[in-house]
Each structure stands twice: as C-alpha cells, then as structure tokens.
C-alpha cells in the first residue's frame, strides 16, 4: 500500500495549490454527469453525493465512514443531511485542512480502522482512495486479492447486518500492458511511459483488473447490487480540475506555495493513458454466492 510518505507527495504537496484552485471541502475524485456534460463541476459533484447518499441510506442518525477521505468533500455533504460522518486519511495536508472546517478527521491508516478504535458505523464509503491500497511491490509479489479480501473483511466487521459499502474506483481495463513493460524509458507517449509516469507521480499505489478482481475479493463479505462504469464522468471531471489548477498556479500566492508536482500535468494524464481504464461505481450488499450466512451485510460499491 502507499505509505504515509508516499501519500503526503501525493497530496499534502499540492494542498494550498488545489485548495486555492477548488475551494475548501473540494472533491478530488470523479463526478457524476451521467452524460449531461452542460453540468458544471460543481452540480456534477453534488450530483455524485446525492447518489452516494440515497445508496447508503445516507441521513438523520445515520454514521458513516469515509476511507481517504481527502479535502472532506463527502463528509461535510453528510454533515448537511443531518448524518455523523467521520474521515481518515494518510495526509496531515488534508486532515488539517478539513478539521479548520469542523469536521470528524483522523491521521489514521484506513486499513487499521477497528471497532475498539473508531466504534460501528451504518455505512462505509471510499471514493478514490481504493488505489492506493495496492502497491506495484505487492501486486508482483501475488498479494493483491490477499490485500483486498484482507480489507473486505475489516471494513465488514465495522457494520451492522445489512451495512453498505459504497466503492469508487479506477480499474485497469481489457488493454492494460504487462506490468513488464513500464518503462520510463520507453517511447514518449507510450502506454508503457505513461504508466511509469504515473507510477511516479503516485508512488506506491496501483489498480485493481476490472470489477471481477474487487468481487472476487470482496467475498463472502459482500455481494454486488449494482456496478456503472464512470469513464467518460471522470475524462470530465479532469479538464474542469486542470483549468482551474492551471489558473491558480499563474497567481502569486499560489506560485508562492512549497514545491510540488504539476499538479494541472498530472491531472490530465489518466484520460491520455490509451488502457481502457474505466472508472467504476459499484452497489455491494454483503452476503455470498453462496446462500448467506446468518448475518449479512451490504455494502456499496461504486
């Protein structure tokens, strides 16, 4: 998984940049614009939280937990809906940022969440952040599936019989190359480069192969409800991302902020990856292919 240092460069760097850019509480994963593209970032965003809140149930009493919860997006959402939201993230950046504005968030590693330290919660949702779990390191090793089962089965022991997880994220699609071949070195432009590139830019963090990969790990704790793939939201998402970033980089304060990657580069890169990677959104309820076991849970994929 992306350690501590690993997600700081990912994200603590760039913080005052993308703050300045988006604004507090900005989301940095893919909106929804389910094809109506006339959508500002913004609505698309909310558009997103609204169906993340309507799939897990999302109000008045309930408690939710969002895993890399990066600027808080998502928990001041729930905050507004009258729900009790509690974050963690990896990067003090983002933690600080979003404890300025009230909100519930520890600097605490996502796959060390248990009852004893954080108590239950009605739903659990990750947007983005499932990436990182996986390092290239551990996907040559052969630990993947062992990495995310191992995860499946934390997180389902945070709910209630019947509790969601809600899941977003990226996935390596049909035309992914051997991971062999990433090379920084090789052909500018190349699938191979573009992978090494990013690779740099996000140490430590690597995808899942499509949604059988996550389904496959994912039981007997879950079971899927519902699977969309957010492709085309996410190539979308990433021009509003980049001009607004590319914006604030020109102005002096943010010119003034600490080094830090591109951060307008960096964000058009995954939509210039020739993979097919896809974004997906998933709806999991617990339970098995297997008839269910005497306490289910479901939880939300997407």
Request: include cysteine.
């Amino acid at each position: 998984m992306a350690d501590r240092e690993d997600l700081e460069f990912n994200y603590s760097l760039i913080d005052r940049v993308f703050r300045a850019s988006m604004g507090e509480c900005a989301d940095f994963s893919g909106a929804k614009y389910d094809g109506d593209f006339s959508l500002s970032l913004e609505e698309a965003q909310r558009r997103k939280h609204e169906y993340v809140a309507e799939q897990l149930g999302i109000g008045p009493g309930r408690r939710v937990l969002d895993l890399g919860c990066g600027w808080g997006p998502l928990l001041d959402f729930i905050r507004r809906r009258g729900g009790s939201a509690v974050g963690v993230t990896l990067s003090s950046a983002q933690a600080a940022a979003c404890r300025r504005h009230g909100l519930d968030v520890h600097l605490h590693d996502a796959r060390q969440v248990t009852r004893d330290s954080f108590g239950a919660f009605d739903a659990v949702a990750s947007l983005g952040t499932f990436e990182h779990f996986c390092s290239p390191r551990e996907h040559r090793a052969g630990r993947q599936d062992e990495i995310y089962r191992g995860l499946f089965a934390r997180t389902a022991s945070l709910l209630p019989d019947n509790g969601r997880l809600f899941l977003q994220t990226m996935v390596f699609g049909q035309n992914m190359i051997p991971v062999d071949r990433i090379d920084i070195n090789a052909p500018r432009d190349s699938d191979a480069w573009y992978l090494a590139l990013l690779g740099r830019q996000f140490p430590g963090s690597f995808l899942p192969y499509g949604q059988e990969q996550i389904i496959r790990s994912a039981r007997p704790h879950f079971r899927l409800v519902a699977s969309t793939s957010g492709r085309l939201d996410y190539i979308e998402t990433i021009r509003p991302v980049a001009q607004a970033v590319r914006r604030a980089e020109h102005e002096k304060d943010a010119a003034q902020a600490p080094a830090a990657p591109p951060l307008a580069d960096e964000l058009r890169l995954p939509a210039r990856v020739h993979l097919g990677r896809e974004r997906e959104q998933r709806l999991l309820r617990a339970g098995a292919a297997r008839p269910p076991p005497t306490r289910v849970r479901e939880g939300a994929m997407s």
